[in-house]
């Protein structure tokens, strides 16, 4: 079965501390994923994706993630995040040849002074 | 381009109103898809539309949903009758698609859509 789990359903983290959002899928295809953002009260923004080529992939407000296709998974990193970062983070995965993406059930990071 | 735009931003209706959200998608796009927010259920595909036509509406929740999409340039989600457990943030994007499905979604910023 194609499905995209998000294991943490909160992430709470101090100002300036690293973070990593975990994204994993499972497909018998090949996949192209996305992380989105989505800041309260406002649509989901991209901030990233990887569809071919390297496998570390730089998004926007200096977020990166990598594909890791043995693992299955596509983790969100940022090396050291502020108060601006507080959202909800969203994993989604288009399979090969499929016209919608599958969106994990989301994250929300939260950043303590 | 203004991306995509959703009318109303909010609606507050009373239970057994019809209600109907609107779509504009980004010019040149050709798939559009309509997604429901809630607490309880996250981020749920109801429908979505290629090249005006519906692809896929197994994520309609039942029959007082409609969706249709007359023209390039607009769609529309309908409720009726509508009812409380309705409530939630309805979000449309789009996307232009080629057979490899290699590009994101862009979406709109959403209605908030109350049932009293």
């Known amino acids: 079965a194609q499905s995209v789990t998000q294991l943490d359903s909160q992430v709470p983290v101090f100002e300036e501390a690293p973070v990593e959002l975990r994204c994993n899928y499972s497909s018998s295809v090949s996949v192209y994923l996305f992380w989105y953002v989505q800041y309260p009260n406002q649509g989901l923004q991209l901030l990233l994706k990887?569809?071919?080529?390297?496998?570390l992939v730089k998004g926007i407000n200096g977020f990166e993630a990598e594909f890791n296709k043995s693992q299955t998974s596509f983790h969100l990193r940022k090396p050291s995040v502020h108060i601006s970062d507080t959202a909800e983070y969203f994993c989604a995965v288009r399979f090969q040849g499929a016209q919608k993406l599958v969106f994990g059930q989301g994250t929300r990071l939260t950043i303590n002074p | 381009d203004a991306g995509v735009i959703q009318s109303p931003r909010h609606e507050v209706t009373e239970m057994g109103q019809e209600v109907t959200l609107r779509c504009k998608p980004i010019?040149?796009?050709?798939?559009l898809f309509w997604y429901r927010q809630t607490m309880m259920r996250g981020l749920e595909l109801l429908i979505y539309f290629n090249n005006n036509v519906p692809i896929d509406d197994s994520g309609m929740p039942e029959d007082r949903f409609s969706a249709k999409m007359p023209n390039a340039s607009f769609s529309t989600l309908k409720i009726q009758p509508s009812e409380p457990r309705d409530s939630a943030v309805y979000f449309c994007?789009?996307?232009?698609?080629?057979?490899?499905?290699?590009?994101?979604?862009?979406f709109g910023q959403g209605t908030r859509l109350t049932v009293v």
């Open positions: 994007a789009s996307s232009f698609l080629t057979g490899q499905g290699r590009t994101e979604a862009f």
């Open positions: 010019s040149g796009h050709n798939s």
């Open positions: 990887y569809l071919s080529g390297s496998t």
